[in-house]
């Protein structure tokens, strides 16, 4: 167990009309680890990525947090297209906007930044496969091909994948107030989104699952006990 860690969050709860968002969370990060964070929409990643970002300011530890689509100028417009409600563009439309928004952030941000600071990412590589290839039918070859490319060899130290039981997601998507394009497809195109990820995550010990399922009087303390193990 390492012991040189900046952020330590014991028995994190989070809840929403009712509703967990997290349960019982414990998390150690150290300086200048890559962190993703990836689930479904619903699923709990803006509570564990703002309270992560909101205790190491309090701390005034440097971190870059960067969202996806987004995270620098060009890739902001990007997303204002992508998540527009109005917006009707065909899969493959979509898949290329992401490709664009990402290629901007690597080049511009993430690059400058990777191993000098920590970086908590919201949604990255995993996101584009598990939604565009698992939830849409794109060719998974391909889009792996291409972040492949874009990556060239930047990978995550850890990654956060938060699932959600469909019944919840549905209930959480209904309470956002600005819903974007993404929070508003049928269910079950969420619920082939959160295999997908489940799928991408199977024995790979970087990837800790965040159950969200539990309601706040259920919690029970839950050691992501991977973590400390992956972070030195």
């Known amino acids: 167990m390492t012991e040189n860690y900046y952020l330590q969050v014991n028995d994190l709860n989070k809840n929403f009309g009712g509703i967990s968002a997290l ?25 564990l990525i703002n309270y992560i970002s909101n ?10 947090k960067i969202r996806e689509p987004g995270g620098n100028k060009n890739s902001e417009i990007i997303r204002k297209l992508i998540l527009n409600k109005k917006s009707k563009f065909n899969a493959f439309t979509d898949l290329m906007l992401y490709f664009a928004a990402r290629s901007e952030n690597i080049e511009k941000v993430i690059k400058k930044n990777f191993k000098k600071k920590i970086i908590l990412m919201d949604r990255f590589t995993d996101s584009t496969i598990a939604y565009q290839h698992y939830g849409m039918g794109l060719n998974k070859n391909l889009i792996e091909n291409i972040n492949r490319n874009l990556l060239n060899n930047i990978k995550a130290d850890l990654v956060f994948l938060n699932i959600v039981n469909m019944n919840n997601l549905k209930k959480r998507l209904k ?12 269910i079950n195109f969420y619920n ?12 790979k010990p970087s990837y800790v699952i965040v159950d969200s399922n ?15 193990k992956l972070i030195k």
């Open 23 to 47: 349960s019982g969370i414990n998390i150690e990060i150290n300086n200048n680890d890559f962190i993703g964070l990836i689930g479904p929409n619903g699923s709990g990643k803006t509570t």
């Open 55 to 64: 205790y190491l300011r309090k701390k005034k530890i440097g971190f870059l």
């Open 175 to 186: 309470l956002r107030r600005n819903k974007n394009r993404y929070d508003n497809f049928k």
């Open 192 to 203: 082939k989104v959160q295999k997908g990820f489940l799928s991408i995550a199977k024995n």
């Open 214 to 228: 539990k309601a706040l009087e259920e919690n029970k303390k839950k050691v992501l006990d991977k973590i400390i």
